[in-house]
């Protein structure tokens, strides 16, 4: 006979109670380069009017939902794996951000956003004389 605490193991690990969740987390990527930080996320099937973004003091929020739309009469699914249901990703943002100049755009389920970085932290060459 398993232990109780197996058995509540056995229960939180299964598909069945992932599968039940409606909210997610994208995967994020994140690059820097010379004029600021690459952030991409990965939302296949939604739509640029799904997502909101926006900077509050030094945090920048992303969030959406994906809604489960594929109800067909007749057909009975036997498993979904996909992810449905809303998401919430925070990004702390370092001083050196110009916020008013933040990009984002959205394709093919990739959503990319430019941080760029003030021009007081842009490494420049100086050019000995």
Avoid: C, W
Avoid at 50 to 56: A, L, N, T
């Amino acid at each position: 006979m398993p232990s109780v605490f197996g058995q509540l193991m056995d229960d939180f690990f299964t598909e069945n109670t992932l599968a039940k969740s409606n909210v997610f987390s994208p995967k994020a990527d994140i690059l820097e380069d010379d004029k600021g930080f690459h952030l991409e996320l990965s939302l296949p099937g939604m739509k640029k009017s799904d997502i909101k973004i926006e900077i509050k003091k030094d945090i920048l929020h992303i969030d959406g939902e994906r809604k489960f739309e594929k109800e067909e009469k007749g057909k009975t699914y036997h498993r979904v794996e996909s992810n449905y249901g809303t998401f919430k990703r925070s990004f702390t943002l370092p001083d050196h951000i110009d916020r008013e100049a933040v990009e984002a755009q959205f394709e093919d389920g990739i959503l990319r956003l430019l941080l760029p970085k003030t021009e007081k932290t842009v490494p420049r060459n100086i050019e000995i004389k």
